[in-house]
């Protein structure tokens, strides 16, 4: 599976959209990018994947490059709530594992 | 709906104890992972089991063993605790094979002294 490159932290003012970037320089034509996150020490949550089409749902948007590189992911409004460590994962079609590599830390500020 | 159950939440041990953490998914997942985590780092895959019946090692399987009791159950054990185990263990469960979209546990703490 290839790699991703996330910054190790970012903040972000409540009500504003949050923007994580990751790099997937390597990624190959049939890996998807996942994104998940970690609220203190809970177990991950699933947010949101894509293949090459940007994608949208309840908890946040994914847009990716034309040229699959690189990704990054929208939480339109954020919230206290959102402070978490967020992950980037590509994973292969029907591969059993999901890299966590260290993710991004989000603090959302009031 | 409890989605994935781990048992216990906590745990201390002493070197050489061993111990066994259970899991139980109610959301009719075929795949079932142990995971650790380790303070400030990602999670690593220790076993998983891609359907009942079958296990297979992930990135650190050293010192575990595991067991797919049933398509419900999976369960981590220790044989001979290590400091070195002293961890943050998650369970998850997928159930449709490609989207990868994992549901965890709440992880169970275990310190080996």
């Known amino acids: 599976d290839a790699k991703t490159t996330q910054p190790t932290s970012m903040d972000c003012a409540e009500g504003r959209a949050a923007n994580l970037p990751c790099n997937h320089s390597t990624i190959s034509g049939n890996e998807y990018v996942y994104w998940y996150r970690q609220i203190h020490s809970q177990g991950p949550q699933y947010i949101i994947h894509g293949l090459k089409n940007n994608e949208t749902n309840e908890m946040a948007s994914l847009i990716i490059t034309e040229d699959r590189k690189s990704s990054t992911l929208i939480l339109p409004h954020a919230t206290l709530r959102d402070t978490a460590v967020y992950y980037c994962?590509?994973?292969?079609?029907?591969?059993?594992?999901?890299?966590f590599g260290t993710g991004t830390r989000l603090t959302v500020i009031p | 709906n409890a989605g994935v159950t781990q048992t216990p939440k906590f745990q201390v041990l002493k070197t050489g104890q061993s111990m066994t953490l259970q899991c139980a998914q109610d959301?009719?997942?075929?795949?079932m992972y142990w995971y650790r985590q380790d303070p400030g780092m990602g999670l690593r895959l220790i076993y998983y089991?891609?359907?009942?019946?079958?296990?297979d090692k992930g990135e650190v399987p050293n010192g575990y063993n595991v067991s797919r009791l049933n398509k419900r159950e999976f369960s981590l054990r220790l044989e001979s605790a290590a400091p070195s185990q002293t961890s943050v263990y998650f369970c998850a469960g997928r159930g449709r094979l490609n989207t990868g979209e994992l549901f965890f546990g709440e992880g169970s703490r275990l310190t080996v002294l």
């Open positions: 994962i590509v994973k292969q079609t029907g591969a059993n594992n999901l890299f």
């Open positions: 089991s891609a359907s009942e019946g079958t296990t």
């Open positions: 959301m009719n997942h075929n795949s």
